[in-house]
């Protein structure tokens, strides 16, 4: 439980969103498919437009089983225009579902940062929701690696 | 700007010297180049950069063989720095057997060695620093790069002691590192607390909480230019080296953090922006050409030595080469916010030709004393040059795999492509000196494991992205890791996977199978608890009971895509 507590305390401090963490039980083999359905569920079919989101993630992950990742989408966040979802999934995990990030304008700014486990190399993609019913997607490869044999 | 010809003042300093078929004669190559001709510059503007980096704790004057495979991969496919032997005099109007020949490639390795000797030593180096400095007086700038602290005998049995004791004489403004770091956190900070300077790291944060943990960038003014030097250590520290040394601290190449350090620079009013990285030079390379605003990018890691500066837009990238054989001089004219030309010199340090600096002297003399009698103590003899330097393999790594093999009876042998360790000349005794050059690092445990065949392709498929991926953010700058008793097709054009084929087990000719388990000896390992004899000893007793080695040429390990 400590693990997880932290996880949302870090979302929190990070702007004030809501976090709601998906299960690893499910046992789904990895494919782009599986990660291409649960985006489209979240957009309800729409087709996302790249931009506006920034993702800070490792290019080579030093620990596959914690991997920090930080998200922040470009939006005024006023009452008008605001993010209100993010959506996160790894191509390449058994459960391509990581994480939904929910804002408010309340939050102030559109970022949330936790840490996530992957099982192999694979693309990390993100979308996000505004209130206007639109929606942002960006990806970005991080590289799981044996280690060793550098320098 | 200034012209190609003013460029290559090295090759003009070093050319006039051109030896032989059978090499100059050595006293006839000390009495031909002088001091003179390798520091001489045509001081320009109004700040000098000094740049040394991946000295790999060698205090004295070393045999480094440069590679003659260096390939290069995606967009840097045959650009410097991936251009090797005859190709690189080339392209440089090196001549042939000069002494710039033998500083810069594997050319004549062996015959030039003979005529123009060792190259480097910080007393050297000292006497080299003194000097511009007394020229430039208070526009100079001495920035180290890492891979300083770790690489010998003393290095590591000192824990980095003896490095930061005799770096300090040269009194450096700023460092950054990478091996530094395999001497654990604690130690690191005990040794970092003690420096006259900062040691600067903008991509290395505490996994808890994400802060930085050393300082990004030192300002400073030299010559009434206030300049900002950015500091990044090796990104893959934790990846490529032992995580559990370091488990508090969080590295990665960070790009957004370099933009931000270097707005928050310019905003601060730099008026020249100098990155001092340890990212490797294809990083370097993509980073300048994404991140705005960098003035000069001081390389490190990847062990090039360019004799010319390379452009990547108004970013200034140069390479200083390893081991201590070279230092780098940059002259800046620098106006308005904006460098308006620049002049730049590969000096390479000839030991026979450059005076070496009594005080570093005596200070060398000192950090060595605890283990002299131990350094020069002979173990065999060799008949082949050794050398490690190369993309897949090298003499002193089959030899270290021989060892393996025999030691520990294995069927199969994996050693690290580290790019550090230093040239044994043929006919030469191997000196114990010499065994810790190629193997003193802090996690030298042998193991000796069962592995798969489709494990070892893994293995060797992993590697071989780290080297090859044509992304060089997602590469880590290593060589390919060494297999005794394997060999191997590789096609480094092709993606993760698809690079490797033709696994044959040497010894009895057959082809690698996936099920079945061998019996593989390696060192190096990343994971915590590793066990077994060190690496050090286990070449030791090799080369005893060998007497004289012969290493016969390499050919277990075939290279296509290029």
Same mark, same amino acid.
């Given at each position: 439980m400590r693990h997880l507590s932290r996880r949302a305390a870090l979302a929190l401090g990070a702007g004030s969103a809501a976090i709601a963490l998906v299960g690893w039980s499910k046992s789904?083999?990895?494919?782009?498919?599986?990660?291409?359905?649960?985006?489209?569920?979240?957009?309800?079919?729409?087709?996302?437009?790249?931009?506006?989101?920034?993702?800070?993630?490792?290019?080579?992950?030093?620990n596959g089983n914690t991997v920090p990742l930080s998200i922040?989408?470009?939006?005024?966040?006023?009452?008008?225009?605001?993010?209100?979802?993010?959506?996160?999934?790894?191509?390449?995990?058994p459960n391509p579902g990581v994480a939904t990030f929910h804002f408010t304008p309340l939050s102030g700014k559109a970022e949330a940062s936790t840490r996530i486990r992957l099982a192999t190399t694979q693309n990390i993609v993100v979308v996000a929701k505004t209130s206007g019913g639109k929606y942002f997607t960006a990806s970005k490869l991080v590289k799981v690696t044996i280690g060793g044999c550098g320098g | 700007?200034?012209?190609?010809?003013?460029?290559?003042?090295?090759?003009?300093?070093?050319?006039?010297?051109?030896?032989?078929?059978?090499?100059?004669?050595?006293?006839?190559?000390?009495?031909?180049? *002088?001091?003179?001709?390798?520091?001489?510059?045509?001081?320009?503007?109004?700040?000098?950069?000094?740049?040394?980096?991946?000295?790999?704790?060698?205090?004295?004057?070393?045999?480094?063989?440069?590679?003659?495979?260096?390939?290069?991969?995606?967009?840097?496919?045959?650009?410097?720095?991936?251009?090797?032997?005859?190709?690189?005099?080339?392209?440089?109007?090196?001549?042939?057997?000069?002494?710039?020949?033998?500083?810069?490639?594997?050319?004549?390795?062996?015959?030039?060695?003979a005529s123009y000797g060792k190259i480097g030593g910080l007393d050297r180096l000292a006497t080299v620093v003194r000097q511009v400095r007394a020229e430039r007086d208070g526009k100079v700038l001495l920035l180290d790069g890492g891979d300083t602290w770790q690489g010998s005998l003393g290095a590591n049995s000192s824990r980095g002691q003896d490095m930061v004791d005799c770096m300090a004489l040269l009194k450096p403004d700023a460092m950054t590192g990478h091996w530094e770091f395999t001497y654990g956190e604690a130690r690191m900070q005990e040794l970092i607390k003690s420096l006259?300077?900062?040691?600067?790291?903008?991509?290395?944060?505490?996994?808890?909480?994400?802060?930085?943990?050393?300082?990004?960038?030192?300002?400073?003014?030299?010559?009434?230019?206030?300049?900002?030097? @950015?500091?990044?250590?090796?990104?893959?520290?934790?990846?490529?080296?032992?995580?559990?040394?370091?488990?508090?601290?969080?590295?990665?190449?960070?790009?957004?953090?370099?933009?931000?350090?270097?707005?928050?620079?310019r905003k601060g009013g730099a008026q020249l922006v100098v990155l001092l990285s340890h990212n490797g030079f294809d990083v370097d390379r993509k980073l300048a050409a994404r991140v705005d605003g960098i003035d000069v990018i001081l390389t490190g890691h990847t062990h090039d030595a360019l004799p010319e500066a390379v452009t990547v837009g108004k970013t200034l990238l140069i390479a200083s080469g390893?081991?201590?054989?070279?230092?780098?001089?940059?002259?800046?004219?620098?106006?308005?916010?904006?460098?308006?030309?620049?002049?730049?010199?590969?000096?390479?340090?000839?030991?026979?030709?450059?005076?070496?600096?009594?005080?570093?002297?005596?200070?060398?003399?000192?950090?060595?004393?605890?283990?002299?009698?131990?350094?020069?103590?002979?173990?065999?003899?060799?008949?082949? @040059? @050794?050398?490690?330097?190369?993309?897949?393999?090298? *003499?002193?790594?089959?030899?270290?795999?021989?060892?393996?093999?025999?030691?520990?009876?294995a069927e199969i042998a994996l050693s690290p492509g580290f790019r550090w360790g230093t040239s044994v000349l043929p006919g030469a005794p191997i000196t114990v000196e010499d065994i810790h050059n190629a193997t003193a690092i802090t996690y030298p445990q042998v193991y000796r494991i069962a592995m798969t065949g489709e494990r070892l392709k893994e293995v060797l498929e992993d590697v071989a992205d780290n080297l090859f991926n044509p992304d060089p953010y997602y590469q880590q700058g290593g060589d390919m890791v060494r297999c005794g008793g394997l060999g191997y097709s590789i096609d480094v054009s092709k993606p993760i996977g698809q690079r490797i084929s033709g696994m044959t087990h040497l010894k009895s000719g057959k082809a690698i199978e996936p099920q079945r388990e061998y019996a593989v000896a390696g060192w190096a390992s990343v994971n915590e608890g590793t066990q077994g004899p060190n690496i050090w000893d286990v070449v030791e007793r090799h080369i005893a009971a060998e007497k004289t080695v012969r290493v016969t040429p390499n050919s277990s390990v075939k290279i296509s895509g290029i």
């Open positions: 789904a083999s990895a494919t782009p498919q599986a990660a291409a359905a649960d985006i489209a569920k979240f957009t309800g079919g729409a087709k996302p437009e790249t931009g506006k989101i920034s993702i800070e993630l490792p290019e080579i992950a030093e922040s989408v470009d939006a005024p966040m006023t009452s008008a225009d605001y993010v209100s979802d993010v959506l996160v999934v790894a191509e390449g995990n | 700007m200034i012209t190609r010809r003013e460029m290559l003042q090295v090759s003009a300093a070093t050319a006039a010297l051109v030896a032989g078929s059978g090499g100059l004669s050595r006293a006839f190559a000390q009495q031909t180049l *002088t001091q003179d001709d390798l520091t001489r510059f045509d001081a320009l503007g109004n700040v000098t950069l000094l740049h040394v980096t991946d000295i790999h704790g060698q205090l004295m004057p070393v045999h480094f063989r440069e590679p003659s495979v260096n390939l290069g991969v995606g967009e840097a496919k045959g650009l410097p720095p991936h251009v090797t032997g005859a190709d690189f005099l080339k392209r440089f109007g090196i001549p042939a057997k000069s002494a710039a020949a033998y500083a810069m490639t594997d050319q004549d390795f062996t015959a030039l060695a006259d300077f900062p040691f600067l790291a903008l991509n290395i944060r505490d996994t808890e909480w994400n802060e930085p943990v050393f300082d990004a960038v030192r300002m400073v003014e030299k010559g009434g230019v206030k300049i900002a030097v @950015l500091g990044q250590a090796f990104p893959y520290t934790p990846v490529a080296n032992p995580r559990w040394m370091m488990p508090k601290w969080s590295f990665g190449i960070r790009e957004d953090e370099v933009r931000a350090q270097v707005d928050k620079a390893s081991h201590g054989k070279f230092v780098s001089r940059l002259d800046l004219d620098v106006q308005g916010g904006a460098v308006k030309g620049y002049r730049y010199k590969l000096i390479p340090l000839f030991a026979d030709v450059i005076k070496p600096d009594p005080a570093m002297a005596a200070a060398i003399a000192k950090a060595r004393a605890p283990y002299a009698k131990e350094l020069s103590r002979v173990v065999g003899h060799t008949e082949s @040059l @050794l050398y490690r330097r190369g993309n897949f393999n090298g *003499t002193f790594d089959d030899l270290i795999c021989a060892a393996l093999l025999k030691e520990r009876d």
